[in-house]
């Protein structure tokens, strides 16, 4: 049976972790709105009872219903068998999951740090001042962390030579980051060497290598996380 992903069918947001992972691994899904389209996305999740998620992305597997990006990787994994096999390994990588999401929100919040309800030119100003602290101290010390992540085990992986929900995440990362502040990822070329290694090795993987290169890959534009405004990339 296929697995339902529900997330919005036009940007790539948190929705592309989980795209991403199930492409790597042969996942067998749907992605339900981009099938159908937003409203019908709206009227299922208001449709479902129970513990609803809060907001997509959500999966639906047969009677299971789970939210929150980490999770839904983390249990996509374990179905799929694609953990280390022991429990503490498969906790931190869960650790390091939630560490992204962690980073994601931060960069939504570049571009919007006064509230998600309004527009981006509503809050320039907040968004210049956020964006240099950003750079300056939050990139550098999530990078870090991520990047001696895969140095403990020698990489490229995150579990060394087998490839993790991490991986793909990381890379979604590392590319949304090139995107959004490209003169700055540019200057910082070598800071990271091993997330910059697993960034050229993620898109090796073979059943990887043929979504990036197809029309289902969402491109990264000013409606997702990531997203480039020149102003907020100065140097």
Not at 106 to 114: A, G, K, M, R
Not at 174 to 196: A, S
């Amino acid at each position: 049976m296929s697995v339902e992903l529900w997330y919005w069918p036009d940007i790539p947001g948190r929705g592309e972790f989980i795209r991403l992972f199930c492409e790597a691994f042969e996942v067998d899904y749907t992605d339900m709105a981009r099938e159908q389209d937003a409203d019908a996305l709206v009227e299922h999740i208001h449709g479902l009872e129970g513990m609803r998620p809060f907001a997509p992305p959500y999966i639906v597997d047969g009677e299971v219903v789970i939210g929150q990006t980490a999770l839904i990787l983390q249990y996509l994994s374990e179905k799929e068998g694609q953990g280390s096999g022991e429990m503490e390994i498969d906790l931190q990588l869960l650790q390091l999951q939630m560490d992204i999401a962690d980073f994601v929100e931060e960069v939504h919040s570049v571009h919007h740090p006064i509230a998600s309800e309004l527009f981006y030119a509503d809050q320039m100003e907040a968004a210049f001042d956020r964006a240099q602290n950003f750079r300056a101290n939050r990139i550098p010390k999530y990078l870090i962390h991520f990047d001696n992540a895969i140095a403990a085990n020698g990489g490229p992986f995150s579990l060394g030579q087998q490839p993790s929900h991490v991986d793909t995440s990381l890379f979604q990362v590392m590319e949304g980051l090139d995107y959004m502040f490209p003169n700055y990822m540019k200057t910082m070329q070598g800071h990271w060497p091993h997330l910059e290694g697993l960034q050229g090795a993620v898109p090796e993987i073979d059943s990887l290598a043929e979504y990036l290169a197809s029309e289902r890959r969402i491109e990264f534009n000013e409606d997702g996380i990531f997203r480039h405004y020149e102003e907020l990339d100065e140097q």
